[in-house]
């Protein structure tokens, strides 16, 4: 089972991993991220990948 990892020293809110993949990722009205599912369903691994490869902080992983 894949994993999503965030180190959130780094994540700066900045959205993007939510228009990749909204169905893990959303900014909550505070603009802190929140992951409501830590392990993706197949159907949402290509977008988490997608945002671990486009965060532009480089704050998420996808332990595989
Ligand atoms: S794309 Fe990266 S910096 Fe932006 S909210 Fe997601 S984890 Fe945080």
Avoid at 4 to 23: H, Y
Avoid at 24 to 45: K, M, N, W
């Amino acid at each position: 089972m894949s994993r999503v990892q965030v180190d959130r020293e780094r994540c700066v809110g900045s959205g993007v991993c939510e228009s990749l993949a909204p169905d893990v990722f959303e900014i909550d009205d505070e603009g802190v991220l929140q992951v409501h599912r830590e392990e993706p369903a197949a159907d949402d691994l290509d977008g988490v990948r997608d945002a671990v490869q486009s965060c532009p902080a480089r704050a998420l992983a996808l332990a595989e």
